[in-house]
């Protein structure tokens, strides 16, 4: 179950409202995406002209931050390093 929702053949036919309004959210949301990237595909560009000097700091801040947040942890931003050096080499 998930959210009160069992999934299955049922989940059309008994909670069907809520099924086709998730349908429909999703469509409307890969609508935005698609306009979001037509337009903005110019200033995503710029990003990679950034500096490392200025990227690296602020991706390393970025992710400590998001994975203390998660648990309120340190823990957690131990875990994120370790697969972090995993996943650098």
Do not use: C, E
């Not at 690296?56 to 875990?79: E, K």
């Amino acid at each position: 179950m998930i959210q009160g929702l069992q999934p299955g053949p049922d989940l059309f036919t008994v909670h069907g409202k809520i099924t086709y309004t998730f349908f429909a959210g999703f469509v409307i949301v890969n609508i935005f995406m698609l306009i979001l990237g037509l337009f903005g595909s110019k200033l995503f560009a710029k990003v990679s002209r950034v500096s490392d000097s200025y990227l690296i700091p602020l991706i390393f801040t970025l992710s400590v931050i998001g994975s203390y947040a998660i648990n309120n942890q340190m823990a957690d931003v131990w875990v994120m390093f370790v697969f972090g050096i995993i996943g650098y080499f």
